[in-house]
């Protein structure tokens, strides 16, 4: 499957009408959050509209300048996989949505325990495969990035990620990891095994592609990952 990444739209519904191409290319898109631009929560649903138009297939998160009552708007929209867990042609989604408490400026800032609370059904649940690659078929995706990755580190250098969030990552092995808010790190690492991928705000013309495809023993995995620009 060749799903597009983006993330941080921040209100810039025109640069969704510059992916066109890439958005019929796309077998879905996954979105890390922040419909919003920052103080203008209101940018959010236009984004949100213009988002469902352009795809039939996307899984999303809120971002921490989201008001978060939005969350009702993408799960009518039946696009949420904030706090579930959802199937979807062998592969499982689930996610988490905000940021982690900083300046609380922004409506969305959170505590790092409720940040990997939203993967509760993750680690509760049993997938009938083997237990060893139980969650191989899953893309997580969270706003906040995890700890000590080339995507969550601010100019000074200092990585500013979430610690909880990593060890949820190293402890259940996803397949994929996506998230964003953290600009200026743009980038593609790895925890363990699992691919994470920053696309970058897309708001700055940046977003990402994934590929993902079905070993013949049956295992998931990643076969793309790339970082673009408009």
């Avoid at 867990?85 to 989604?93: I, S």
């Avoid at 083997?130 to 100019?155: A, G, Q, S």
Wanted: glycine share 8%.
């Amino acid at each position: 499957m060749k799903f597009l990444v983006l993330s941080d739209i921040h209100g810039d519904v025109d640069a969704l009408d510059r992916l066109d191409r890439q958005f019929k290319a796309a077998d879905a898109v996954l979105f890390g959050g922040d419909f919003a631009k920052f103080e203008h929560e209101e940018t959010a649903l236009p984004v949100l509209e213009k988002l469902c138009a352009k795809h039939e297939v996307i899984f999303s998160v809120l971002g921490n300048c989201d008001e978060p009552d939005f969350i009702e708007k993408i799960e009518e929209r039946d696009i949420s996989v904030e706090g579930s867990l959802v199937y979807h042609e062998g592969l499982a989604f689930a996610g988490s949505g905000g940021g982690s408490k900083f300046t609380g400026t922004t409506p969305y800032e959170r505590s790092e325990e409720e940040l990997v609370g939203d993967f509760a059904l993750v680690e509760n649940a049993k997938d009938a495969g083997d237990e060893k690659n139980r969650w191989n078929n899953l893309i997580v995706i969270m706003h906040n990035p995890p700890k000590d990755t080339k995507c969550d580190m601010i100019p000074n250098g200092m990585h500013v990620g979430s610690e909880k969030l990593r060890a949820f990552i190293e402890k259940t092995c996803p397949l994929a990891v996506i998230t964003g808010h953290i600009h200026e790190s743009a980038a593609i690492d790895t925890i363990g095994q699992s691919r994470v991928i920053n696309p970058g705000s897309l708001a700055e013309g940046k977003y990402a592609w994934l590929e993902v495809e079905k070993n013949p023993d049956g295992l998931w995995h990643v076969t793309k990952a790339e970082l673009c620009s408009l």
